[in-house]
DNA sequence: CCCTCATTCGGGCACTCGAG
DNA sequence: CTCGAGTGCCCGAATGAGGG
């Protein structure tokens, strides 16, 4: 960039010569190019740089980009800073159109060419078109990539090899009491003995195992999980996954302990459960919030052997009670069901998927009193992306549960109970009504102004809360009076 | 520390509306 | 007509601020 050596040190605090001591002169170029996996002396280059893209495709993005450097050009600006900048996004513009161009040859369904509205102009429809045959003759990624999955499947199927050796040592040398799952040894032998007859009784956690992986198609697919997100907004009822009578269940370890115990302490019970597969299975731990309250939480990553510790994030999931997962509840259900990856991450729609009986889900999930929150934002963030709690995990949008079981009709057009509220329970009726008028007035408030975004609407409610003061006083001076006939 | 007053917020009650 | 969800008004307990 033309700086001067001694300006690079100053700027980096280096005294003396120790920028050319401990980096300049430690960086060995030709080893570090051969680690990448090229020859000494190999040229690096990627044939596909090379096609030319139309000067009209270029100029639908950063369409701004050549008045400003016009403008500036004819000013005399003497700031390159603004005019490299603009010059930058001028020569991304190519790269853009052809990286489209091969994730459109790879995934042609995706959703990404049903949103991005350029690409349904018939000047970019005709170069995603003509992208195969615009690419040199001998440029083939096939091989290499078939080469890599390969590779990685071999490498799983070691992975597995070695648990199933390891599970089927006697304790302790087979993990048995670090590994979080009922069981290890008897379990798994079991599990091996399903995958390999085939039998019509195979857990689920088996088929998750043989569809994960490299070779699956949906993994990193952007149509999967574009289709996932757009699923996750969707009021649309799919067939759960689980089956009403799959007993593949697991009980919910203490945070962290790893103990394979239920929570009646029950191990027997446990170690009759089918073993989920290490790779692809979530395990609920459970966390103690005081002395009375403690809440199941799903982490969204599997535990990675032999280290047993999953690795808990913000994003966990804070789960509904066991009995949710349940019609027959005569039956036990202190225990979850199996909740699985698939290879695809697990969302809120994939354990909203699995709920029998959504009233279950009030207790844990149910809105706040209007009190606790103190902006309109705060309440809508819990309709829209869920409630935060801190250390532990978020639970889903309320909004997700309300578009499956708010409506006051069931799938048959029948009845007039939303399912996930408890029935006849004044002060649920209250919480939820006092919650859902903000819901309303935000919705009400956008679709009066059209165009105007969920957050002008925020900071406009706001402002009025403002003058109120809380979201309690805002509530009472936002509410239509009606006359009152007093018995 | 106690008392008074203002404010907050949950919950009871009455009412409307819509479905059965 | 009955029933139940949703809603607005009102009351009272809980809480906090300020003064003596």
């Not at 919910?252 to 597969?277: F, Y």
């Not at 009986?357 to 706040?368: A, D, I």
């Not at 978020?394 to 069931?410: A, H, T, V």
């Amino acid at each position: 960039m033309g700086v001067p050596p001694d300006q690079v040190d100053a700027a980096g605090n280096w005294q003396g010569n120790t920028r050319q001591e401990v980096y300049t002169s430690k960086l060995p170029k030709l080893a570090i190019t051969t680690l990448a996996g090229f020859h000494v002396g190999e040229k690096y280059e990627v044939p596909w740089a090379e096609v030319s893209v139309p000067d009209e495709l270029n100029r639908m993005i950063f369409p701004f980009a050549e008045d400003a450097l016009a403008e500036l050009t004819a000013a005399g600006c003497k700031n390159r800073g603004m005019y490299n900048f603009l010059q930058l996004l001028v020569n991304l513009r190519p790269f853009f159109w052809r990286g489209i161009s091969a994730i459109c040859v790879e995934y042609p369904n995706s959703c990404l060419f049903k949103r991005l509205r350029i690409l349904s102009t018939t000047d970019a429809k005709g170069f995603m078109d003509s992208w195969p045959s615009a690419l040199p003759s001998n440029f083939n990624e096939a091989p290499t990539r078939e080469a890599m999955q390969l590779l990685t499947a071999r490498m799983r199927g070691v992975e597995q090899g070695i648990d199933v050796l390891i599970n089927s040592l006697p304790y302790p040398y087979n993990f048995g009491n670090l590994y979080p799952y009922p069981s290890p040894a008897s379990s798994n032998a079991q599990a091996g003995q399903s995958e390999a007859s085939g039998s019509a009784s195979e857990p689920l956690h088996s088929t998750h195992t043989a569809s994960s992986g490299v070779n699956s198609p949906s993994v990193g697919n952007p149509d999967v999980e574009m289709q996932d997100l757009s699923n996750e907004t969707s009021a649309s009822e799919s067939t759960p996954q689980m089956s009403t009578g799959n007993n593949s269940t697991y009980p919910i370890p203490k945070d962290s302990t790893g103990l394979n115990v239920n929570s009646n302490g029950d191990l027997a019970a446990v170690s009759s459960s089918p073993l989920p597969s290490p790779t692809n299975s979530l395990l609920p731990y459970n966390v103690p919030i005081s002395e009375y309250i403690s809440l199941n939480v799903l982490p969204l990553l599997p535990p990675s052997p032999p280290n047993h510790d999953s690795v808990h994030t913000p994003l966990d999931m804070i789960l509904p009670p066991p009995s949710a997962f349940y019609d027959d509840l005569s039956k036990k259900c202190d225990s979850y069901p199996l909740f699985s990856t698939c290879g695809q991450g697990f969302t809120w729609k994939d354990l909203l998927d699995q709920v029998k009986r959504p009233v279950e889900l009030w207790s844990v999930y149910k809105p706040k009193g209007l009190g606790d929150y103190s902006t309109v934002e705060m309440l809508w963030k819990v309709w829209e992306e869920g409630v935060y709690v801190d250390g532990v995990g978020r639970c889903p949008p309320l909004r997700m549960i309300e578009e499956r079981w708010g409506s006051l009709k069931n799938k048959d057009g029948q009845g007039r109970h939303a399912q996930w509220r408890p029935k006849s329970d004044a002060k649920a009726r209250k919480i939820w009504s006092n919650f859902h008028f903000f819901i309303k007035e935000i919705e009400k408030r956008r679709n009066d102004v059209a165009g105007t975004s969920a957050n002008e609407v925020l900071r406009e409610l706001d402002v009025l809360r403002g003058a109120h003061g809380n979201v309690n006083k805002l509530h009472q001076s936002l509410q239509v009076k009606k006359p009152r006939n007093r018995k």
